[in-house]
């Protein structure tokens, strides 16, 4: 069994932390608030983020970040994508030896567009990273820690490391697939929140099941087309990491992306929104990023452009709807191609 420090005890951190302690794992929980940390301590629960759940109790807490380093050999990274690069560079100064480093983390950074993965590879040396592998896929922290049925994707450049990964995570409950497809898993499980926040926005506004079938179809080719211009395997799209998370997100009453663009497309400001949820809502800021990563790559995102404009531009919803529909005649797969390339053929982990 493997002793394993998990990074970040919001929502997504406690319930990865109940899956690996039912699978016989040390785990020892860390994050900012004390309170929390003595409430998971003696009480063996996180109230705030999981309402009503009862932790395994052999689940520890601390606020020390230097016990937390000190503790196993895998560090799992659950922390939002916002406080990933401070907390990287914390945990850095603190290591001492070479560890397994996985994060569960969805997001592009805004300004120096990174994924998760290539922002712990920026932070820390690679003497000190056995392997970096993350953990994405369609999965609300309120069901896994229910135990109820639950598949993600572990995916690595490292096969054996995803595969190691795989073995930590696996059981009756939670089933772990492999992917080397490390660009499509974090691509995919970051700009499925963008879509959600816009399929959230259509209800908001009123519209109904053929909107939300619309967003979700069509914010899939934009998230492929993206993905493929960045090297990714089209097929993991159509994987869990991909339509599984796609799906998920956008028709889920757990999801805070959702929640946050229903009640954007109500009339609500950001920030009222945000003070509301008290949960982080990863997709906001990965709407900025994605629109810019697509100037830079200069493929076609009209949702994503769409969104931005209604989050940092303060265009009224419906008329981005209104833009988006009255855009001119398409083809529907044609687009999805790039140039000379064959994306189903041409993918190389
Ligand atoms: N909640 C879920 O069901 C899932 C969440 N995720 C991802 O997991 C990541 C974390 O999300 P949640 O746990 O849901 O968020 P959350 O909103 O439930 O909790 C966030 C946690 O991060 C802590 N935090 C905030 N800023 C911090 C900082 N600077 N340093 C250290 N800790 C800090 C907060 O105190 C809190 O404990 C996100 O990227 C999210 O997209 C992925 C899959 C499922
Ligand atoms: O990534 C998630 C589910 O797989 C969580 O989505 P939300 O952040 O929208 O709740």
Redesign the pocket.
């Known amino acids: 069994m493997a002793s394993i420090t998990v990074l970040g005890s919001g929502s997504w951190g406690t319930a990865l932390s109940i899956v690996l302690a039912d699978n016989g794992h040390d785990v020892l929980l860390w994050g900012r608030s004390k309170k929390a940390a003595d409430e998971i301590n003696s009480s063996h629960t996180n109230e705030k983020y999981l309402p009503g759940i009862t932790l395994p109790e052999s689940i520890t807490a601390t606020i020390d970040l230097e016990k937390a380093v000190g503790h196993g050999d895998t560090l799992l990274f659950v922390v939002p994508t916002k406080a990933m690069r401070a907390v990287l560079k914390e945990v850095n100064g603190l290591l001492d030896r070479p560890v397994m480093m996985i994060h569960a983390s969805?997001g592009i950074e805004p300004d120096t567009y990174l994924r998760v993965s290539q922002i712990i590879e920026e932070e820390v040396p690679a003497e000190k990273r056995r392997a970096v592998v993350v953990l994405s896929?369609?999965?609300?922290a309120e069901e896994v820690s229910l135990r109820q049925p639950t598949t993600v994707t572990s995916s690595s450049l490292n096969t054996e490391a995803a595969e190691e990964v795989q073995d930590l995570f696996m059981n009756q409950h939670f089933r772990v697939y492999t992917n080397p497809d490390l660009t499509g898993v974090e691509i995919g499980?970051s700009l499925k929140?963008i879509i959600?926040i816009g399929a959230g926005m259509t209800s908001g506004l009123g519209y109904g099941d053929n909107a939300k079938a619309a967003l979700m179809t069509r914010g899939l080719a934009e998230i492929a087309r993206l993905g493929m211009k960045l090297g990714a395997n089209p097929l993991t799209f159509a994987g869990l990491s991909g339509l599984g998370?796609l799906i998920?997100?956008c028709t889920s009453v757990?999801?805070?992306?959702?929640r946050a663009g229903n009640m954007i497309g109500k009339g609500q400001s950001i920030d009222e929104v945000l003070n509301e949820m008290g949960m982080?809502?990863?997709?906001i800021r990965t709407t900025k990023a994605a629109y810019q990563l697509a100037g830079r790559e200069e493929v076609d995102m009209p949702i994503t452009k769409g969104l931005y404009d209604v989050l940092f531009n303060d265009k009224p919803p419906h008329e981005a709807v209104e833009e988006l529909m009255g855009r001119v005649r398409k083809r529907e797969v044609e687009d999805l191609k790039l140039g000379e390339s064959d994306p189903l053929n041409d993918f190389e982990p």
Do not use: F, I, Q, Y
């Open positions: 969805k896929g369609p999965s609300h499980g929140n959600a998370d998920v997100t757990h999801s805070r992306n959702w982080v809502v990863e997709g």
